[in-house]
């Protein structure tokens, strides 16, 4: 990259007496050259200051002969190309002067403009050392006097020349350098050991030392600079100096053209190969995007069989019913209450077993291996049970909303009427599948209630049976009644064996008792006393082999409690019987249709546009895909 180069601190310094300037002028020639521009620039007060008195003006020096461009040799930069143009006669005067003195637009007295009044103030002897020139162009090697040489002769020249970098970096840098030239030029710098702080600052410090960077060769060259302008007359008075080496000539018209010529096939070259990318862009979007739409929409267009779709929604209730708690109704009728009924029918009636059995009761499978069906969804003859599946699937979609508990069914066939027998058939077997989810549960509910009360029927009988087995072997029908009457009969006989003792008391007490009566009364006493003993006997001790009223009574007591028992546990049984026949009843669902299926009088696919577009944008997606990963590869691989 070219680095921007940094504006240093600078100062110009006054240039040094004459005599420094000789001194200087007599320098090694390894000394860096000046350049024309800076040649050309002089300083007119001091050279007004000097002059002593005015002269008569000098002879005019013959004109410089042209001289001819050596080859092809390009100019360092583009101030000693207007020099030497201006040296050749063909640009006008002024305007290369103050082209890199570092004073800007500062307008100072050039060595042509000033050589009048430089030749009118001071003398014009001829310096022995410097030979006249002759007045015409001779062999190689005479001097050359032009007037641009003369009026540098004739003016006072500067002390030392003064070498402004910014200056020079922004004349440089208004030559339109290239960024492929600025980079030779710092490596042709690098290569002298030269640092410089930027391009340009690479390009400037080479011509200091001479050297021409752009040579086309690549070979160094050294940039000959003017010595006439640093040569002085240390007497100050007008004489011939030579002239400097013209520049390098400025390429020809047949090079502009050519070069021209090869900067126009390289844009041609560049159209060519972007025109060429282009056809080719465009002719694999055609081949592996358009094409395969186009095709696809014709098949959903003119190849496809129409579909006609039978749509069916249906809800799955329960019956309503208070529940024994206070939240037992609470999701009573709700979709939660029947959420999972739904879920299980709609994976019935996408399973298998429905798919078989819809073959079975209307011909599923030869349904659509009709051969009017198209290739691509027409069912193989020889078709398996899982190819079928797979366009049952495709042909019979069924939904589940949860937020409304609907069941939505579509299903898809060749025939308007056998895709509504179709959804018929589906939903007889969805309301069979929804019975037998609930079936088991009530069965199992009223088997259960049904044996508890047949035991305790069965129990109940035969406590019943006990107790009249027991009155028929003891010949008494009631226990508590024969023991009431026994009581009945010993209170009756203990009433008269009082009143027989009390009438015997008062014959007693007679003082001559009648003997006969006192007897007759005794014998009373003594056989009420036997019969109630009798009956006291019977009640509690068994007579001639039987049992005692009293344990003939606690065994009809006990057949009787257990009889009572076995009744109440019956009861129980039939009031567990009922609850289970409400409770099965409960859980009994109801299919309830919301939406039946109508019978379709347009089809309802293909959808051609739709799937045509869809094509088109899986077929970009994949060709995108694609150029993408051989892009990354190809740059991986080159890289």
Same mark, same amino acid.
């Given at each position: ?39 050309? =620039? ?207 000539a400025l390429p020809s018209e047949q090079a ?21 990318? #282009?056809? #080719? ?91 009017? =069906? ?11 049970n899982e190819d079928a599946y797979k366009l ?18 579509? =299903? ?55 107790? =009249? ?17 026994? #009581? ?152």
């Open positions: 990259m070219t680095m921007k180069p940094r504006a240093k601190k600078f100062r110009i310094r006054r240039s040094a007496p004459l005599e420094a300037t000789a001194a200087s002028a007599q320098a090694p020639s390894n000394a860096p050259a000046q350049t024309p521009v800076h040649a050309a =620039v002089q300083d007119p007060p001091r050279a007004q200051a000097q002059a002593p008195a005015p002269a008569a003006p000098a002879a005019p020096a013959a004109p410089a002969a042209p001289v001819a461009p050596q080859g092809n040799a390009r100019p360092a930069n583009r101030a000693q190309a207007a020099l030497q143009a201006r040296g050749a006669g063909r640009l006008p005067q002024g305007d290369f002067d103050t082209h890199e003195d570092g004073f800007g637009n500062q307008v100072f007295e050039t060595a042509r403009n000033g050589a009048p009044r430089a030749a009118s103030a001071a003398p014009a002897p001829v310096p022995s050392q410097a030979p006249a020139a002759p007045h015409g162009a001779q062999a190689q090697g005479r001097a050359v006097t032009s007037p641009a040489a003369t009026a540098a002769a004739t003016t006072q020249q500067p002390d030392a020349q003064v070498h402004d970098p910014a200056a020079e970096i922004e004349a440089i840098r208004n030559e339109d350098l290239t960024g492929r030239q600025l980079r030779m030029a710092r490596r042709i710098a690098q290569k002298h050991g030269l640092n410089p702080s930027s391009d340009y600052d690479a390009v400037r410090l080479l011509r200091r030392r001479g050297v021409d960077p752009f040579q086309r060769s690549n070979m160094l060259e050294l940039v000959v600079a003017g010595q006439g302008a640093s040569r002085t007359n240390p007497d100050n008075l007008p004489q011939t100096v030579r002239a400097p080496a013209p520049p390098p502009e053209a050519r070069r021209a010529s090869e900067i126009r096939r390289i844009q041609r070259d560049i159209v060519r190969r972007r025109r060429r990318s #282009m056809v #080719m862009l465009f002719a694999r979007l055609a081949f592996f995007v358009m094409l395969p739409t186009v095709i696809a929409g014709y098949y959903y267009t003119k190849v496809a069989t129409p579909l006609y779709a039978t749509n069916a929604q249906f809800v799955i209730q329960q019956a309503e019913s208070a529940g024994s708690s206070p939240l037992g109704g609470l999701f009573s009728g709700t979709t939660f209450a029947t959420s999972q009924d739904s879920i299980a029918v709609q994976s019935y009636l996408q399973s298998r077993d429905a798919m078989m059995r819809l073959d079975r009761d209307l011909g599923f499978k030869s349904h659509f291996a009709n051969p009017e =069906v198209d290739v691509i969804q027409r069912l193989p003859a020889d078709a398996t049952y699937k495709k042909h019979v979609k069924i939904g589940y909303d949860p937020s409304e508990g609907v069941v939505k069914m579509e =299903v898809a066939a060749t025939d308007p009427k056998a895709s509504v027998a179709f959804s018929q058939a589906l939903i007889s077997y969805a309301e069979e599948q929804v019975d037998h989810l609930t079936a088991r549960l009530r069965k199992d509910q009223m088997s259960g209630a049904r044996e508890s009360y047949d035991d305790a029927e069965a129990k109940m009988i035969a406590a019943q049976q006990r107790v =009249v087995q027991l009155q028929e072997a003891r010949g008494i029908l009631s226990a508590e009644a024969e023991s009431s009457m026994v #009581m009945g009969q010993i209170n009756t006989f203990e009433l008269e064996l009082q009143q027989e003792r009390l009438r015997l008391a008062e014959q007693k007490a007679n003082p001559r008792p009648n003997r006969t009566r006192v007897a007759v009364m005794e014998g009373n006493i003594t056989r009420l006393e036997k019969v109630i003993a009798d009956l006291r006997s019977q009640l509690t001790d068994g007579s001639d082999g039987s049992n005692s009223l009293a344990r003939i009574t606690g065994e009809l007591m006990v057949a009787q409690a257990d009889l009572e028992t076995r009744q109440l546990m019956l009861q129980q049984s039939l009031q567990q019987m009922e609850n289970a026949r409400v409770e099965a009843n409960r859980q009994v669902r109801y299919l309830s249709l919301a939406v039946s299926p109508v019978l379709p009088d347009k089809a309802s696919y293909p959808r051609a546009f739709e799937n045509t577009a869809l094509a088109f944008l899986i077929f970009a997606g994949i060709y995108l895909m694609a150029s993408l990963t051989a892009s990354i590869l190809r740059e991986q691989v080159t890289s």
